[in-house]
């Protein structure tokens, strides 16, 4: 009797000691599971932050005052861009004293390239990881790399959170000519995001397979006919469009038919279409009523726009076809152009029927005069421009 008591009584102190364990456990794999799906949960809404974040920098110590406009351009660090880029910041320098001009807040650049270019020191320059290494010197397509670079400088602003010194990021190419400050009010129109500029030449409904290929049941009339500049977007639309720009370029490139298709503005329709995915929708305005640049001599003159793109040649010839004057961005890829910027020529005196654009039109008193005005503001930039140290002189070869 006695053994099977003592039997009962280990049996019953067994399953006393088999519930504290139980116990136990259970409270250890809850605290264990708190800590694991905290965690987990703690990685997704960082990476939701980096990439989709509707708030403000984490971080920063101020917020950016209403209606301030940080303005940000990628490059590749190419003497071509690094030419436009030295002339870009002379002027930018020209229309931050004018009237407006309290509103331009900050510059940043960012660099997608292997190794520090000639501009790191007078420039604020995020150096991003480039896709194509061998841009460095010559590629076929160094726009490709933007929208992923774009997206490294975003993932970095948790760590730079005073960077942003704008309520409004204004994305720009290097080879604008700034003439004034940019004339957009504090807020978009009910119902946009913000602001963009229509290009003719992005024209969504001339290639719908393609756009149904990359984006499969987009309204292909949605779609807006712009591109990833000129822009003026919020941080947080920013940072919720990229990803999507990011995807979106980077399938393009992977597909021969689509990217033989769009061409060399296939990027653009990558941003474009990224708009769309993400529900952002943007103002546009037709040239000569939009707020941001105009063509020469694709246009007569400025407009409303606050700014020159020399994205077309500008070179005139004589009646008879001989040469006359001209600029043209092409001219001026050679380290040599970037480290010693050499004013424009003066342009020959107006005289009616005595030249022509080297595209066969006839220059008209107006477009000469607005040409006029870009090459002066031009050379204005120039003598501007910051000097450059001995140390990014040697990086230029």
């Known amino acids: 009797m006695a053994r099977k008591r003592f039997a009962a009584g280990q049996r019953s102190t067994s399953a006393v000691h088999l519930l504290v364990w139980l116990v136990l456990g259970i409270g250890i794999g809850a605290v264990a599971g708190f800590i694991f799906m905290g965690t987990v949960h703690t990685m997704l809404a960082s990476r939701g932050a980096d990439h989709y974040g509707s708030a403000p920098v984490a971080g920063a110590s101020t917020k950016p005052p209403a209606g301030t406009i940080h303005i ?9 861009q690094n030419y436009q880029t030295r002339i870009l910041l002379g002027t930018y320098e020209i229309i931050k004293g004018m009237p407006g001009g309290e509103r331009h807040v900050g510059i940043t650049r960012i660099l997608h390239r292997t190794k520090p270019d000639i501009l790191m020191e007078i420039i604020d320059t995020f150096h991003a990881t480039p896709l194509q290494p061998a841009c460095d010197g010559w590629c076929n397509y160094p726009v490709s790399d933007r929208g992923n670079a774009m997206r490294q400088f975003f993932d970095s602003l948790p760590s730079t959170p005073d960077r942003i010194k704008g309520e409004w990021l204004y994305m720009i190419e290097s080879d604008y000519v700034f003439m004034k400050p940019l004339g957009i009010p504090s807020t978009p129109p009910e119902g946009y995001a913000g602001w963009a500029f229509p290009f003719n030449y992005i024209n969504p409904i001339a290639v719908p397979n393609e756009m149904q290929k990359l984006s499969p049941g987009v309204d ?43 061409g060399w503005v296939r990027e653009m329709y990558a941003f474009s279409l990224a ?26 003159g400025l407009g409303e726009a606050h700014a020159f793109h020399y994205t077309l040649c500008t070179i005139y010839k004589t009646m008879d076809g001989g040469d006359a004057w001209g600029f043209d961005k092409r001219f001026y890829t050679e380290p040599q152009h970037a480290l010693e910027l050499t004013r424009i020529p003066p342009m020959p005196e107006f005289e009616a029927g005595k030249y022509k ?26 003598d501007l421009a910051a000097p450059l140290p001995e140390a990014a002189k040697a990086r230029a070869f």
């Open 275 to 300: 708009l769309v995915e993400t529900g952002i929708k943007v103002e546009l305005r037709s040239e000569g009523q939009s707020p941001f640049i105009a063509h020469l001599p694709g246009q007569a």
């Open 72 to 80: 940000l351009m990628t490059s590749n660090g190419s003497p071509y």
């Open 220 to 262: 292909v009339k949605s779609i807006p006919p712009t591109g990833p500049a000129p822009i003026v977007l919020s941080l947080q639309d920013w940072i919720k469009v990229t990803p999507s720009w990011e995807r979106l370029t980077a399938a393009i490139e992977a597909d021969t038919e689509v990217r033989d298709r769009l």
């Open 357 to 382: 654009f080297v595209e066969g039109p006839p220059v008209t008193l107006e477009m000469h005069n607005a040409i006029k005005q870009m090459i002066d503001q031009i050379n204005k930039g120039m």
